[in-house]
């Protein structure tokens, strides 16, 4: 049988909505992620906050997975997860990670280089409290990661969960947690045409962020 395929040699997109000039720098990196988060929100993007997040195995092999930014503070970006999960488990022992927040409508994307930190008990449980209870009792029904039969046994966890937590409140499991990535390098990706695209990149070194343009 002859498959039919889509010629992907010919999907491709001439970027030409702005530039990134240096004078646009600011000395911080972060504060610029913030004004570009401030305008993907302002565009109506969706999900604007999603962001790739990539760590690697013992042994060498990564892996990639969309997880949201819920928090922005002055060290860094802070996202929560299973440490359970794979990803848990390759950043407990290995904490570098790249983040990445693919801005594809406004023709940007932003990635961090770093280290990811576990949250503290307490900032946990503070942001367990505020997250729908669907998604509270969603984090007991389902050992992230490990494999399942089918969808039937989620559903049937995640009525187990509903009945043990009946008329109370939903505790974070054990294994839940966060993470702060304190980055050491950021990079600003504006498409340009004939695919001379801007990229300015950070890196902190001896104590202070310098910034380098690297070719497209």
Do not use: C, I
């Amino acid at each position: 049988m002859n498959e039919q395929h889509p010629d992907l040699r010919s999907l491709r997109h001439d970027y030409a909505a702005r530039g990134l000039d240096e004078a646009e720098l600011t000395p911080d990196p972060l504060d610029l992620f913030d004004r570009w988060f401030a305008e993907a929100l302002e565009a109506g993007l969706g999900e604007p906050n999603a962001m790739v997040v990539a760590t690697v195995d013992a042994g060498g092999r990564p892996s990639a997975r969309t997880v949201l930014l819920k928090e922005r503070r002055g060290g860094g970006l802070v996202f929560f997860t299973n440490h359970a999960s794979r990803k848990g488990e390759e950043l407990a022992a290995n904490p570098h990670v790249a983040l990445l927040f693919p801005w594809h409508d406004l023709e940007r994307n932003v990635r961090f280089e770093g280290v990811a930190e576990p949250l503290p008990r307490a900032e946990v449980e503070d942001y367990f409290a505020v997250r729908p209870r669907g998604s509270q009792l969603g984090a007991h029904a389902s050992r992230q990661s490990s494999v399942v039969a089918d969808r039937a046994e989620l559903e049937r966890s995640y009525a187990d969960a509903e009945e043990r937590f009946a008329d109370q409140d939903v505790p974070p499991p054990a294994s839940w947690g966060g993470y702060l990535v304190r980055p050491d390098v950021v990079e600003f990706w504006q498409g340009r045409p004939s695919r001379l695209h801007d990229r300015l990149v950070y890196r902190f070194e001896g104590g202070a962020w310098r910034t380098e343009r690297l070719a497209p």
